[in-house]
């Protein structure tokens, strides 16, 4: 039996977390959601997850902030991390890279491209 | 039709600094002195402000019908596109749960653009819905070109109806068919 595999997308946009929702349930994942980096990171203190897909700009903790919780951690420490982001920044990529994060995604989104990529993390 | 008259420049001071904000463009500002102005046909311009910041910005769009789907407009590029105006806002300082919104246009100008005008405006009242962003101001629809002129660091607008004509060509925009969606693996 093949496990079904879970997404925590963190997205302080409920219109960018509905449409990601609809994008990765109807390709078969497991969606969960958190609207900031903080809330990701208490939902991630009680939950597994094999991909996290993040944005950068985000109140309270921003993705670059979650990133570094994460890698820091031991939990949630290899977990694979894509950032899906508006910026175009080649700066804030290297930020994001050297931070430890897996990938790079830039809004608005191809929902092929993304499953694609969050199939290849993951396995 | 909202009218709002903006306060009056008094002697000595330095002009007003009159930006157009076209379709496809985002502008952010908190410069007392800049008023952004643009003309809507079918077209839609979102005026954000946060009173607490004093800083204000306007987009403007005309999103095309998805490829496929029960949608009416090109949720996706929509969703980035207020996204683009959204994140402007922050970085100069604004909340998003201070900010408040005004929506001008989506006009039916023409017989065969009437759904898209009016589709375009529902996207935009939905998305702030949705963003719970208080839209504390709407001027939609109707058969009128508008021109809207919007003050960033006081909020005030002034929206009013113009010949037809004034209006620009207006094409829906498509999401970039290059560079969109772009994956990288590190």
Redesign the interface.
């Known amino acids: 039996m093949t496990k079904t595999t879970r997404v925590l997308t963190v997205d302080?946009?409920?219109?960018?977390r509905?449409?990601l929702n609809h994008a990765l349930t109807t390709h078969g994942f497991d969606v969960a959601q958190a609207d900031d980096g903080q809330s990701a990171l208490e939902w991630l203190q009680l939950n597994e997850v094999d991909v996290v897909i993040t944005d950068i700009?985000m109140?309270r903790l921003d993705g670059f902030g979650l990133i570094e919780a994460l890698r820091n951690g031991t939990r949630h420490r290899d977990r694979p991390i894509l950032v899906l982001t508006?910026e175009s920044s080649d700066e804030k990529?290297n930020r994001a890279?050297q931070m430890g994060?897996?990938?790079?995604?830039?809004?608005?989104?191809?929902?092929t491209?993304?499953v694609?990529?969050v199939r290849?993390?993951s396995h | 039709m909202n009218m709002m008259t903006p306060p009056p420049t008094a002697p000595g001071l330095q002009p007003t600094t009159r930006l157009t904000v076209l379709q496809g463009q985002a502008r952010v500002s908190a410069g007392p002195r800049v008023e952004f102005s643009t003309v809507l046909g079918s077209c839609v311009a979102t005026c954000l402000f946060d009173p607490e910041e004093q800083v204000g910005g306007m987009n403007h769009f005309l999103l095309a019908e998805p490829p496929a789907g029960g949608q009416t407009v090109d949720e996706h590029y929509g969703v980035y596109l207020m996204e683009l105006l959204i994140n402007e806002m922050l970085a100069n300082g604004a909340a998003k749960h201070r900010l408040r919104a005004n929506l001008y246009g989506g006009a039916n100008l023409y017989p065969g653009m009437a759904q898209i005008g009016s589709a375009n405006a529902s996207f935009a009242k939905t998305f702030l819905l949705r963003e719970r962003i208080t839209l504390v101001r709407e001027d939609l629809g109707g058969n009128s070109a508008r021109r809207v002129d919007f003050r960033p660091a006081s909020g005030l607008v002034r929206c009013r109806t113009v010949a037809n004509t004034l209006a620009p060509e207006e094409r829906p925009v498509a999401r970039p068919v290059a560079a969109v969606g772009e994956v990288e693996l590190f």
Do not use: E, H, Q
């Not at chain 1, 302080?12 to 960018?16: E, H, K, L, R």
């Open positions: 302080d946009s409920a219109s960018m509905a449409l700009n109140p508006t990529k890279r994060a897996t990938g790079w995604i830039v809004k608005p989104f191809d929902a491209k993304l694609a990529a290849r993390v």
